[in-house]
Nanobody, 126 residues
Framework: QVRLVESGGGMVQAGGSLRLSCAAS????????MGWFRQAPGKEREFVAT????????AYAESVKGRFTISRDNAKNTVYLQMNSLKPDDTAIYYC???????????????????WGQGTQVTVSF
């Protein structure tokens, strides 16, 4: 059974930083591209960042490019999202997701991710 557990969320002032972690179990972690999505109140869940199986390639939403960094440690079965220069618009529940083993490239759509965590709340105040 695949399990993804996010941690590291919390409340921070604008301009601050947070580091999210996602611990994976029940899968051969290095075989899956990994991603982060977020959902703000009243809005649809949106793509934030993705990282390839090896960690050598990444892709980001335009809204977070230059501020967020996704990375992974395959030895620890963990994916990270370092978030700097946070803005109130970044307030959302952040979800970790595992992409399809068969996907070629960097998945950026929700339907390309069969496994999801429960999410962790990030709140950025003015």
């Amino acid at each position: 059974q695949v399990r993804l557990v996010e941690s590291g969320g919390g409340m921070v002032q604008a301009g601050g930083s947070l580091r999210l972690s996602c611990a994976a179990s029940g899968l051969t972690f290095g075989n899956y591209p990994m991603g982060w999505f977020r959902q703000a109140p009243g809005k649809e869940r949106e793509f934030v960042a993705t990282v390839s199986r090896s960690g050598g390639s990444t892709a980001y939403a335009e809204s977070v490019k230059g501020r967020f960094t996704i990375s992974r440690d395959n030895a620890k079965n963990t994916v990270y999202l370092q978030m700097n220069s946070l803005k109130p618009d970044d307030t959302a529940i952040y979800y970790c997701a595992a992409g399809s083993q068969l996907f070629i490239g960097l998945p950026t759509l929700r339907r390309q991710y069969p496994f999801w965590g429960q999410g962790t709340q990030v709140t950025v105040s003015f």
